[in-house]
């Protein structure tokens, strides 16, 4: 198989589960220039890369920025505060703007979901989704399934528990896809107007014990209560909330001794996890975002129809 036969990378659905394994075990190779006092390489010398975030962001924009930096491309950060989107400008002048200027690849962030997939029909550039309303954050899934092989080898047969804020997550939707195509069991759980029924079509199952669960997991994956996205009350009070649903210092010692606790960030220390649980040596958060650049830089040179690099066959 010779890179992604695709111009844009906008959910995991749309990827095949070759392709999924290939992303994540380039990636390794990736991860290992970051140990190399030179830790840039040419792949996308000459290609530019815009980053459109309409929607604020931490780990995903520095992610890809740093990705193609060490992919020695041209940057460009568009801070939409700060543009002409203020002014009324559409998102597809904003784009074709952005391609009039040259750019090969848009990482674009929007509220409303589908819009790379919008943009992907009406634009020649490789459109990347750094996460589109509810509906899908493709590269987080991939990263955090590449930190899951990174410490287990493989997720098949893993028991893989999602807590908390499933409805308003883009998170847990990609996520859910990418660990069921790798062979894991898929557990959510969280109060029930946050994991409603719909999501059994998904093929996961569902709880509203965590207490119940947790000494099932190998692998717990927290999610923020994303209140901002939440219309009227959704649980009592976070207090409660926290009672029933946090990754407490307790509740992780009734888990696996080995249990791997990851979380996409930005986190809610003391709301959904509790901070010596964030800090424990079995929490492999800030790996996450470090694997993060790994993966992003993956995704870029295979779109750019990179091929398997011999170096993956250690993976
Ligand atoms: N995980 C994640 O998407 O974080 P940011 O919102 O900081 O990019």
Known sequence: MEGLK????LDIQSLTTEEITLICKSARYFKDLFTRSIKTVPVLRGKTVCTLFYEPSTRTRISFELAAKRL????????VAASSVVKGESLIDTVHTLEAMKADYIIIRHAASLAPHFLSKNINASVINAGDGFHAHPTQALLDAYSIL???GSLEGLSI?????IKHSRVARSDIEVFKRLGARVILCGPP?????????????????????????????????????????????????HQQFALTVDRQKRG???????????????????HQVADSPSSIINEQVTNGIAVRMSIFYLLAGGTPLEEMEKV
Request: aromatic share 6%; net charge negative; no cysteine.
């Open 150 to 152: 990174d410490k287990r």
């Open 193 to 241: 107007t946050l994991v409603p029924d719909e999501f059994s079509a998904y093929g996961v199952e569902i709880s509203y014990n965590l207490d119940e669960i947790i000494p099932e997991l190998d692998v717990i994956n927290m999610l923020r209560l994303q209140r901002e996205r939440q219309k009227g009350s959704l649980f009592p009070s976070i207090r409660e909330y």
């Open 72 to 79: 020695s491309a041209d940057l460009i950060n568009v801070t």
């Open 256 to 274: 696996k001794q080995d249990l791997i606790v990851m979380h996409p960030g930005p986190i809610n220390r003391g709301i959904e996890i509790d």
């Open 6 to 9: 695709r111009k844009d990378l």
């Open 161 to 165: 528990g999602i807590v908390g804020d």
